[in-house]
């Protein structure tokens, strides 16, 4: 259980929000750290499939300097290609066991400079760089550079879990205003991943509830390969409806288990969970 501080909730994607997000991002930096400078954890295997406590670190490098070369060439004005999704899992596995070339020593130290630069860049955004300054993500193409922070909390947040369930706390979660910040990047994340195998003839339209204040409730719908949501205010008509924490909802999405209780249609439950690919 979190015994972090709470946070009252904003729009992470607007610049109002900007000062709360970084706010949570440096806590989960703070986390971050502190679990995996403890040599005892360096060998350690985490949630992730094949990713010692060192992996972690290794990925840290890797997409931190990526995200410093994607800000260069968004400066310059120059153009930059997205791989998409659905190659970001292995390719981010490959260049994280690339860094166990590095000496425990080097990789914290180096990922520690990686940081110090980005974290520089993130606290010059102005409110409209936050909106409209794009820079192009390696896997997602064009967003906003406000984006840039949440996808830091999407890692410097999630990967603290990983490390504690594999340290031996099966049931660790993540702090609601961590969870709470992704959880719009959420809802993009699964309109981007639907595995179209898997969507072949599903149609239907479900509820689903992320309890807290960071939560809500919103209605989607499936067809034709495509998933959609809107936010609700009941969930009349649903076929099935699922109700989650926040700390749940995102560590389902992010593929780490298959969270919720779920009512409704068992056949539109099972369709739901096997819905979307992994990344």
């Not at 099966?170 to 961590?178: G, I, M, R, S």
């Not at 991943?193 to 339209?205: F, H, P, R």
């Amino acid at each position: 259980m979190s015994t972090m501080t709470p946070i009252r909730p904003v729009n992470p994607m607007a610049a109002e929000g900007k000062d709360t997000v970084m706010t949570v991002l440096r806590r989960d930096q703070e986390k971050f750290f502190r679990l995996v400078e403890d040599s005892k954890n360096w060998n350690v295997q985490t949630r992730c499939t094949e990713w010692e406590v060192r992996d972690l670190v290794g990925h840290m490098i890797d997409v931190t300097e990526g995200y410093l070369g994607r800000w260069e060439v968004a400066k310059r004005g120059d153009s930059a290609d997205a791989l998409g999704l659905t190659v970001m899992g292995e390719t981010l596995n490959d260049h994280a066991l690339d860094f166990r070339k590095l000496s425990r020593e080097e990789a914290l130290g180096r990922l520690k400079a990686d940081r110090d630069k980005m974290m520089s860049i993130f606290d010059a955004l102005t409110p409209e760089e936050w909106t409209g300054f794009m820079v192009t993500h390696p896997y997602m193409g064009p967003v906003p550079a406000g984006f840039y922070p949440a996808f830091h909390i999407m890692d410097y947040g999630i990967h603290p879990y990983d490390i504690e369930y594999g340290l031996g706390d099966k049931l660790a979660e993540l702090d609601e205003a961590t969870a709470g910040v992704l959880i719009p990047y959420c809802h993009i994340i699964m309109q981007y991943t639907v595995d179209q195998e898997s969507a072949k003839g599903v149609d239907c339209v479900y509820g689903f509830e992320v309890s807290g204040d960071w939560g809500g409730r919103w209605r989607a719908t499936v067809k034709d390969g495509q998933w959609s949501a809107q936010p609700a205010e009941d969930f009349k008509g649903c076929d099935a409806v699922f109700k989650y924490t926040p700390s749940d909802f995102v560590l389902t999405v992010f593929g780490r288990f298959d969270g919720g209780a779920a009512t409704g249609d068992p056949e539109v439950i099972q369709a739901v969970r096997r819905l979307f690919f992994r990344f």
